[in-house]
């Protein structure tokens, strides 16, 4: 079976999505989307006439969104027209199932050259916008299954992860976030874009506006419950915040790579997408990461280098609890996570396996495994291979 195998991963820096302060209140999501393309085509020196396919995740798929970003993107960038496009949504996990289905394509012997990635832009397009729940779904299920912050509070709940922990891990993530941008660890990954300052200045973004470097045990105590105000756990400090950004990754077959020169970051070793009872949505990781072990044929202790995305620190406790992980031991989010770098929903499961890819490189890693959950209950899994 050919294998697909990813040349070059980038990103932009993740900004806050704030009408008032966000770096990119007025930068619109396709346009974000083609840089991060012209990036991987302009830093590979590929062709861009051999790319097939711009496969990439959105959530919220209207307004700037609509009308099949990916190939607006695409035409943006300057690709040839003869490089199709078509957009995904499985909610958070849009970008990296993006990724496993150019790999799947790969593997089919179908679209060899592609771009696979995604975007979201929760300033412009709020997350809920203009969402309508049909009622037939609540006939088995909460209604508290479409607020991912309840969502969070049952896994406090049943799993009894005290707020303390919660906070001490949401620290974690910033302290480490901090460390590795004053270290100049993400400058390999990120493309530098434009936006504006709180004073509203025109600049060049380098680095990934939510980190809070100065926050503490105390600061994030102090915040309120955000979901359930009557003795909740869940806060806006624990929580991953609102943001714009999106992430993109050259992918093709081995055989093809080899063809053009070009030395690939890892192949693509191993997928899966597993449901679980949306009331404990968090938890999708777990049956995911466990079926994409199995197709590996590898045990979870020969994965080096794991990026989790923190779409909640309980929700990430929870799951490492069940994998039976701890976060330093086993290496999980070095770099911090979403909890200070932040999830732009369609672009975040590229995020994580472009931050992730960048790690193993650094860290000699000879497996990695990017995984998330998903709103309504499910989970992602993706096992990288060193090449």
């Not at 330093?328 to 931050?355: E, F």
């Amino acid at each position: 079976m050919r294998q697909a195998v990813v040349i070059d991963a980038v990103r932009t820096p993740v900004a806050r999505a704030s009408a008032d302060k966000g770096y990119y209140r007025d930068e619109r999501s396709e346009d974000l989307s083609a840089r991060v393309i012209s990036a991987l085509v302009e830093r590979t020196k590929l062709d861009p006439r051999l790319v097939e396919d711009v496969r990439w995740g959105c959530v919220q798929q209207q307004g700037e969104q609509g009308f099949d970003i990916a190939r607006i993107a695409a035409l943006i960038a300057g690709l040839p027209i003869e490089t199709a496009g078509v957009t995904i949504n499985r909610n958070c996990a849009s970008s990296l199932t993006a990724i496993n289905n150019s790999a799947m394509s790969i593997a089919a012997h179908c679209e060899d050259v592609q771009i696979a990635g995604g975007v979201e832009h929760m300033d412009h397009i709020p997350m809920s916008k203009d969402y309508n729940p049909n009622p037939a779904l609540f006939r088995r299920h909460s209604e508290a299954i479409m607020n991912m912050g309840l969502t969070a509070e049952f896994l406090a709940q049943k799993y009894r992860i005290p707020r303390d922990r919660q906070d001490a891990f949401a620290l974690r993530s910033h302290q480490l976030a901090a460390k590795a941008t004053d270290a100049g660890a993400f400058e390999a990954e990120i493309v530098p874009t434009w936006g504006r300052d709180d004073q509203g200045r025109k600049v060049l973004v380098r680095e990934d506006q939510c980190i809070r470097r100065d926050t503490t045990m105390e600061a994030l105590g102090a915040l309120p419950p955000a979901f359930n105000p009557a003795g909740g756990s869940v806060t806006a400090g624990n929580s991953s915040p609102l943001n714009v950004g999106a992430a993109a990754l050259l992918i093709m077959s081995e055989e093809r790579a080899n063809e053009l020169g070009l030395k690939p970051m890892a192949r693509i070793k191993a997928m899966a997408v597993a449901g679980v009872d949306p009331e404990e949505m968090g938890v999708g990781p777990v049956p995911a990461v466990h079926k994409a072990l199995k197709r590996a044929g590898l045990s979870l202790d020969q994965i080096t280098c794991i990026e989790l995305n923190e779409a909640f620190a309980v929700q990430v406790l929870t799951v490492l609890h069940l994998l039976g992980l701890d976060a330093d031991k086993n290496h999980v989010n070095n770099r911090g996570g979403a909890i200070a770098i932040g999830h732009p929903l369609g672009a975040s499961g590229a995020r994580i396996a472009t931050t992730l890819l960048h790690r193993m490189r650094a860290e000699g890693a000879q497996y990695g495994l990017a995984t998330m959950c998903v709103g309504q209950g499910q989970g992602v899994a993706t096992i990288f291979e060193a090449v």
